[in-house]
Nanobody, 116 residues
Framework: QVQLVESGGGLVQPGGSLRLSCAVS????????MGWYRQAPGKERELVAS???????NYGGSVKGRFTISRNGAENTVHLQMNSLKPEDTAVYYC??????????WGQGTQVTVSS
């Protein structure tokens, strides 16, 4: 059974930093693409960042220059370093592991709240 377990969410003041991690179990091969999405109340889920097995990254426009995605391919783990956090970054952050139409897995989500 494939499981994605996120960690690292919490409450942080504006301008602060958080580091999210996601560990995937139940898959023995290197996952093609791993990434983070987020969903704020009343809004659609949106891509935050993704990274391929080859290391190519893609970022949502609102987080470029502030967030950095990285992964350990051998362990199928992915991290999201979030700096200069803003109140509008408040959302539930979801980890995703996918490869086209072959497989698509989601984590349960971790809450990130940016507030003073």
């Amino acid at each position: 059974q494939v499981q994605l377990v996120e960690s690292g969410g919490g409450l942080v003041q504006p301008g602060g930093s958080l580091r999210l991690s996601c560990a995937v179990s139940g898959i023995i091969f290197s996952i093609n693409v791993m990434g983070w999405y987020r969903q704020a109340p009343g809004k659609e889920r949106e891509l935050v960042a993704s990274i391929t097995s080859g290391g190519s990254t893609n970022y949502g426009g609102s987080v470029k220059g502030r967030f950095t995605i990285s992964r350990n391919g051998a362990e199928n783990t992915v991290h999201l370093q979030m700096n200069s956090l803003k109140p509008e970054d408040t959302a539930v952050y979801y980890c995703r592991a996918w490869s086209g139409t072959f497989y698509n897995y989601w984590g349960q989500g971790t809450q990130v709240t940016v507030s003073s």
